[in-house]
Nanobody, 124 residues
């Protein structure tokens, strides 16, 4: 069992930065892939980025590549998402999620545990 709790969501102006944090509770968290998804109003949950168990492999979708950075600290059981150069289209609820699969997975249905989400609103 893994419990995830996100924090850091806020209302910010376009061009600004925000840092989200995901804390994982459970002794296996440090061994799992962790991903961040975004769900914009009226849209499906979308994979944005993930990081492998030790942080030496990351992946970003094109829409956030170069602007978002995922990182993890296994000593603190945290996975952070640094979001720079924010755009109004980044407005969404952001979720962290983990999967037991042990491989990179982009489909939301492949993830086993989810946090409650944190709202990010970017104003123009």
């Amino acid at each position: 069992q893994v419990r995830l709790v996100e924090s850091g969501g806020a209302v910010v102006q376009a061009g600004k930065s925000l840092r989200l944090s995901c804390v994982g509770c459970g002794h296996t968290f440090s061994s799992l892939f962790v991903a961040w998804f975004g769900q914009a109003p009226g849209k499906e949950r979308e994979f944005l980025t993930d990081i492998n168990w030790n942080g030496d492999s990351t992946y970003y979708v094109d829409s956030v590549k170069g602007r978002f950075t995922i990182s993890r600290d296994n000593a603190k059981n945290t996975v952070d998402l640094q979001m720079d150069s924010l755009k109004p289209e980044d407005t969404a609820i952001y979720y962290c999620a983990t999967t037991w699969s042990g491989v990179r997975s982009m489909g939301a249905h492949l993830y086993d545990y989810w946090g409650q989400g944190t709202q990010v609103t970017v104003s123009s």
